[in-house]
C-alpha cells in the first residue's frame, strides 16, 4: 500500500471527526452559500455534492488524499496507454473509442486511432445500410428487428443505452438476449420474423458461454426457418477474437473487432455499440461518443476542485470509507435510465470489488461500495422506507433531466423534479421528534396519542445524497453521464490502491458453470463435491424424473 495516501487518509479522518458538520441542517442554516461552495458545474451538468456532510477542511483533506494517490498521474497514464491493467499486461483506452480530436494515443509504439476510426466507419456503413433496407435479410426483406445476444459488457451498456435513447430510435427494433436461461431467448424471438431479423453476436472472447449457446439457439431457429444458407445474411459478429467469429461461420464483411484494451464493461463505446448504432443511427452514435469525449477531457484538464468524476469519486471515497457506508443507491429520476443502475453494478462492482492492492497485497482498507438502485418515483414506494428510516445509511445519488422529450406531458416532468428534490431536501432536513408531534397534534390528535406515535415518525435526517442535473437526455447527455461515471469509478480505484480494469473474480463464474455440467447431466457423479451440493443434484434429477427413485 502507499504510505503517502494511509497518511494522507489518517490525517483526512481525524479532519472529518473535527470538522465534518455535525447536522447538515445547521450547515445549511448557518452558511447561505452552502450550495455554491459544495458543487461543480461542466456544460449543462450540475453535480451538487452540498448535502453531503462535508466542509472546506474535509475537501482539503479529500484533495490530499488524491494527490498522494497520484490520481492524475495515473489519469495520465491511463490517456497516454500505458499498460496500467497490470494483472492482464494491458492499457486501457476506453477512452481512445471516443477520442473525438484525434489527438494520437500509442500502444506499444503505434497509435491505435486509425484502426478505431476504421471500425468505427465500418459500423457506421453496416448500420446505415441496414437502416435503410440496403442489407436486407436473405428473402430480400427488409430488416425490422435486431437481437443482440452477448453478456455482462457485450450486453448491460447497449441495452441501457437502447433504452435511455428511445426518442431517437428511428431505426429498426433493438432486442437484448443475455441470459443463458432459454426463457431469455424464447420469449426475445416469439413474435418476429426470421426473415427480417438480423442476430448480432457480441462477444469480447467468443467463447463465453451463455453468448455461445444463445448464438446456436439463434442459428438454429434461422435455419429453421431460411434455410442453413440463409444464416450468413441474417448474423454478425463483435469480437475481439476474430478467428473464433470465422469458425462459427460468419461473414467477414459483418464482422467488427474491437481490441484486448477495451475492458467489457467499457465497451458499448466500441463495436459492442453496434445495436445501439442500428437503432438511432450513425450520427446519433457519434453524438453519444462526442458527449463522452467532452467529459474526457475535462476529466484530463479541469483542476481537482472543478473536475466532476474526481469530485464524485471523492465523495464517494469519503462515504465508503471514512463514514463506513458499505452501499450506494442510484436512483435516476428518468424512466429511461432505467437500466443505468444495473449497467453501474457492472461498472463500478466488477471494477472496484477487490481484496488485494496492485501489488497483490491484501487491502487493510475498503475498496468499492455495493451499488444499486432503482428510478425514481418508483424506488419511494419501496425501499424508500429504509433510506429514510432504516439503521444504516445509505448515501444516495439522483440523477435527473430539467426536460424531458414529451412537451404535452411537461406537468409530469415538473412533479418528477419536485420529487426528485424533495426527496434529497428530505434525506438532508430529516424530522425531529418535536416537529413530528407538532405536526400530529396539528392534525387534531390527542396528546398521549401524538407522543405514542410520533417516535414513528421521526426521521433523523443527515442522510448524504448527491444529484447530477442536466437539462435533457439527449445522446450527447448519455454519453457525458456514462463517462462520468467511468472516471470516478476510476478515481476511487487510485485511492484504494486497487487494478479496477481485471476481474479474476466474475472469471471463475465462466470455469465453474461448465465444471458441474456432466453431474447434473448424470454424466458424472457427485463425488468429490460436498454433501449440500451432491444433495441438491439429487433432488433435481429425481424431480425431472432422471433416477429410479424418482
Ligand atoms: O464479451 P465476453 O467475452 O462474452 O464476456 C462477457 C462478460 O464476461 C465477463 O468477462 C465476466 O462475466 C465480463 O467482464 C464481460 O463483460
Known amino acids: 500500500m502507499n504510505e503517502a495516501t494511509d497518511k494522507a487518509i489518517a490525517k483526512l479522518r481525524t479532519t472529518a471527526g473535527d470538522a465534518a458538520p455535525k447536522s447538515m441542517r445547521d450547515a445549511f442554516a448557518d452558511d447561505p452559500q452552502r450550495f455554491d461552495r459544495f458543487s461543480a458545474r461542466f456544460e449543462d451538468v450540475t453535480l451538487d455534492y452540498s448535502k453531503c456532510a462535508v466542509s472546506d477542511a474535509v475537501m482539503d483533506g479529500l484533495y490530499a488524499v488524491a494527490r498522494a494517490a497520484d490520481v492524475e498521474g495515473r489519469r495520465d497514464a491511463m490517456f497516454s496507454g500505458e499498460k496500467i491493467n497490470t494483472t492482464e499486461d494491458r492499457a486501457v483506452l476506453h ?8 489527438r494520437p494515443i500509442d500502444v506499444d509504439g503505434e497509435d491505435v486511432m486509425p484502426e478505431v476510426n476504421a471500425v468505427l466507419d465500418a459500423m457506421g456503413q453496416f448500420a ?12 430480400g426483406k427488409k430488416i425490422t428487428d435486431i437481437v443482440n445476444i452477448g453478456i455482462g459488457g457485450s450486453d448491460l451498456g447497449p441495452v441501457m443505452a437502447t433504452i435511455a435513447l428511445k426518442p431517437y430510435h428511428d431505426g429498426p427494433r433493438a432486442h437484448f438476449v443475455s441470459n443463458v436461461d432459454g426463457a431469455h431467448i424464447a420469449d426475445t424471438l416469439e413474435g418476429l420474423d426470421p426473415a427480417t431479423t438480423l442476430v448480432i453476436v457480441a462477444s469480447k472472447t467468443f467463447t463465453t458461454v451463455e453468448t455461445m449457446t444463445n448464438a446456436h439457439t439463434a442459428r438454429r431457429w434461422i435455419a429453421g426457418a431460411l434455410g442453413e444458407e440463409a444464416v450468413i445474411d441474417h448474423f454478425a459478429a463483435v469480437s475481439t477474437a476474430l478467428d473464433k467469429v470465422r ?18 464493461r467499457y465497451s458499448v463505446w466500441s463495436a459492442i455499440g453496434l445495436p445501439v448504432m442500428i437503432a438511432v443511427g450513425r450520427d446519433d452514435f457519434g453524438r453519444f461518443l462526442d458527449g463522452a469525449h467532452a ?9 481537482m476542485e472543478e473536475n466532476l468524476p474526481i469530485l464524485l469519486g471523492l465523495v464517494g471515497f469519503y462515504h465508503r470509507e471514512i463514514c463506513d457506508y458499505g452501499s450506494r443507491a442510484v436512483i435516476p429520476y ?10 453501474l453494478q457492472q461498472l463500478d462492482m466488477e471494477s472496484n470489488g477487490k481484496g488485494v492492492d496492485r501489488d497483490g497485497e491484501t487491502l487493510d482498507r ?10 425514481g418515483t418508483n424506488g419511494q414506494h419501496a425501499f424508500f422506507q429504509l433510506l429514510h428510516q432504516g439503521t444504516d445509511p445509505v448515501p444516495v445519488e439522483f440523477m435527473v433531466a430539467a426536460r424531458g422529450h414529451e412537451p404535452e406531458l411537461d406537468h409530469q416532468q415538473r412533479l418528477l423534479l419536485a420529487n426528485c428534490l424533495a426527496q434529497s431536501e428530505a434525506f438532508m432536513r430529516g424530522r425531529s421528534l418535536d416537529e413530528a408531534r407538532r405536526q400530529l397534534l396539528d392534525k387534531g390528535m390527542g396528546e398521549d396519542e401524538a407522543n405514542r406515535i410520533a417516535p414513528h415518525r421521526v426521521f433523523t435526517g443527515n442522510r448524504p445524497s448527491v444529484t447530477i442535473l442536466y437539462e435533457e437526455l439527449t445522446p450527447y447527455a448519455l454519453g457525458r453521464l456514462i463517462a462520468l461515471y467511468e472516471h470516478r469509478v476510476f478515481t476511487e480505484a487510485q485511492i484504494f490502491g486497487i487494478n479496477a480494469f481485471d476481474q479474476w473474480g466474475v472469471e471463475l463464474g465462466k470455469e465453474l458453470a461448465t465444471g458441474l455440467l456432466p453431474v447434473v447431466e448424470g454424466k458424472e457423479d457427485t463425488q468429490g463435491h460436498d454433501s449440500s451440493t451432491a444433495g441438491l443434484v439429487a433432488i433435481v434429477r429425481r424431480m ?3 433416477t429410479a427413485s424418482g
Open 95 to 102: 477512452v481512445a473509442l471516443r477520442n473525438r480530436s484525434n
Open 128 to 139: 446505415e445500410a441496414v437502416r435503410s433496407g440496403e442489407i436486407t435479410g436473405a428473402t
Open 247 to 264: 469458425e462459427f461461420g460468419m461473414d467477414e464483411k459483418r464482422t467488427f473487432g474491437f481490441w484486448d484494451w477495451v475492458g467489457g
Open 544 to 546: 425431472r424424473g432422471e
Open 366 to 375: 475498503h475498496s468499492g461500495p455495493v451499488t444499486w438502485g432503482e428510478p
Open 334 to 343: 428518468d424512466q429511461r435510465l432505467s437500466r443505468f443502475p444495473a449497467y
Open 295 to 303: 467529459i474526457d477531457e475535462h476529466f484530463r484538464t479541469a483542476p
